[in-house]
């Protein structure tokens, strides 16, 4: 049985950015998703009666009309929205055939019901009835040009009603969309009859569709035969999950490794996860890896070499999914934002505030990460970043950067019970445990130069010392356990930093290792940071 709940969920509510037009409604649905992007379908009448392109809202966020039929004729319009919804596409076919035919159709849609416009969503049960290609369109609306395909709609249970109009019509034996809704025809104001435009229309009205749009709409010829015995309810709940890991973005590999305790690699792997660019123009880019929510152990048991107090009590905390940046914030993402001086919040930003200013190793400056920030300033560049992309961007909480780090080990790092300066930028004259001695850089190197963890984060240890949003407290005791930033009570003037550096011993480099530096300090050349964003992709 079609789960209906997970149906009327894929549909979107089109209304009006104007206020004398709030009650005026259409429904539309995704049929195409990038990964910051989405295509979706209504009707052009939808469009002008919402009042007009640059008016049009989908579930309240601002769409581009990038197609439009004529209202008379082909009844639709292709939407666009510089986002990726959560909700699933629906994929489309195009009928063929050579007599009439009858589909047994479910159509969810949106309408306003009762005499204080209450919205509804429902999903009604019809048939939609297809006629010999070629005489579907003049025979049903009269001076319609005949290449538009349009096919009765007759309601077997419920009835369509006013904001249907760009409602999906589901063939249920293929999970396929087959048509939109476009008019009612009343009968007695039983809403018992309408019409729907076939997707045919759409390759019609969009001459230049694009070649990966095209290959996802499946012709009935090559379909019927293959679909009709697929399971619709198990199709669409596939849908929704894909639809969900794409939501956390593209997989990406990478390879994993782990060192005994001197230090040697015993073991690698090959990993794989998911992350969302931020692309930002001119080969500026934010690569932001989604973390799995979980529960792990915070801080350090008091046998593990280095530790200091402020790293207890340990104690569970859980951690709600997120997006963290694959690297600490680099000096070329830095000068982006703060050259937009438009975007300013509350600060003005240095556009070069780094010490290290040469390449490092025919490696241009512009990938060190930044440092010489202070607190404020990361918060500023949070901000700026979040008001040119509409999308929510912060530092991370001190429990989401352990957990972040930590990516499932319990070790003092990441890599095992030690790290090696060919594994991490930090002082290579001290050592940790049993490992041995080497390199000391005495300056940053370009992200993305080391091993990764396994949630495929890189420079968590060493390189330079990374922002968190929490105030600095000496202990654990009364922290939150739900991952949140710990901002009550503690050092008011003070932050935490989290991670090591190029200038700290391997011991302070620990996945639980804590620091701290008053919030307005810019003198250190160690002092970084790094962002997250949050599901449902404050990416939206």
């Known amino acids: 049985m079609v789960d209906l709940k997970k149906l009327e969920d894929s549909i979107v509510l089109i209304k009006s ?23 979706l379908l209504t009707c052009a009448h939808v469009v002008e009666d919402v009042g007009g392109e640059e008016n049009i809202r989908v579930n309240n966020i601002p ?21 990726n919804f959560s909700l699933p596409s629906l994929n489309l076919m195009i009928l063929y055939g050579e007599e009439e035919k009858k589909l047994e159709v479910k159509i969810p849609g949106f309408y306003l019901w009762s005499q204080n416009n209450a919205l509804r969503r429902q999903t009604i ?29 007759e309601i077997k249970k419920g009835r369509l009603r006013s904001g249907y109009s760009g409602s999906p019509v589901i063939d249920i034996n293929t999970g396929l969309v087959v048509g939109i809704v476009t008019h009612k025809v009343d009968v007695d104001g039983e809403g018992r009859f309408g019409r729907a435009i076939s997707i045919e229309a759409l390759e019609k009205i969009w001459s230049e569709i694009p070649n990966e749009v095209s290959k996802q709409i499946e012709r009935e010829a090559k379909t019927i035969e293959v679909l009709t015995n ?28 782990r060192v005994d305790d001197f230090g040697n690699i015993v073991d690698s792997s090959q990993k794989s996860i998911r992350q969302k660019i931020e692309d930002l123009g001119n080969g500026i880019k934010f690569q932001m890896v989604y973390i799995p929510g979980g529960t792990f152990t915070m801080g350090s048991p008091e ?5 200091y107090d402020d790293e207890g009590p340990q104690h569970d905390v859980t951690v709600p999914p997120f997006f963290m940046g694959k690297y600490p914030v680099t000096r070329g993402q830095w000068k982006k934002l703060a050259s937009r001086t438009d975007l300013k919040v509350k600060l003005d930003l240095k556009l070069e505030p780094s010490y290290f200013k040469e390449p490092y190793q025919d490696i241009d400056r512009w990938h060190r990460p930044v440092e010489r920030v202070s607190w404020y300033e990361a918060v500023e560049f949070c901000e700026r970043l979040s008001k040119l992309t509409q999308r929510n ?36 004259l001290y050592v940790y445990g049993i490992a041995h001695d080497g390199e000391y850089r005495e300056e940053t190197t370009p992200v993305g130069q080391f091993y990764p963890n396994a949630f495929g984060l890189y420079d968590m240890h060493g390189n330079v010392s990374e922002w968190c949003l929490d105030t600095w407290h000496n202990s654990y005791d009364g922290a939150p356990t739900d991952g949140s930033v710990w901002e009550t009570g503690g050092h008011s003037t003070r932050r935490v930093r989290r991670g090591g550096s190029w200038y700290f011993n391997p011991g302070r480099c620990r996945s639980a290792s804590r620091s701290s530096s008053f919030s307005d300090e810019t003198d250190f050349n160690y002092i970084g940071f790094r962002l997250v964003s949050f599901p449902p992709r404050t990416f939206q």
């Not at 046998?303 to 530790?307: A, D, I, L």
């Open 17 to 39: 950015a104007k206020e004398n037009r709030k009650n005026v409604i259409g429904t539309g649905f995704i049929f195409y998703k990038k990964q910051n992007y989405t295509y």
């Open 393 to 428: 961007y912060r530092l991370p909480s001190e429990a989401e950067w352990e957990y972040a780090c930590r990516a499932g080990t319990t070790t003092p790092f990441y890599f095992g019970n030690t790290i090696t300066p060919e594994l991490v930028n930090y002082n290579g």
């Open 303 to 307: 046998s593990e070499e280095g530790r």
């Open 230 to 257: 697929i399971n619709f309810e198990e199709k669409f709940q596939n849908e929704v999950k894909s639809s969900q890991e794409s939501e956390k973005g593209e997989l990406f590999n990478f390879e994993v490794i």
């Open 125 to 153: 049960k019809g048939e939609m009835i297809v006629e010999v290609d070629g005489e579907r369109a003049f025979q049903l609306i009269e001076n319609m040009p005949e290449d538009v395909a349009v096919e009765k709609l």
């Open 63 to 83: 769409a581009e009309v990038i197609k439009i039929g004529d209202v008379q004729g082909f009844d639709l319009a292709i939407l666009k929205v510089n986002k």
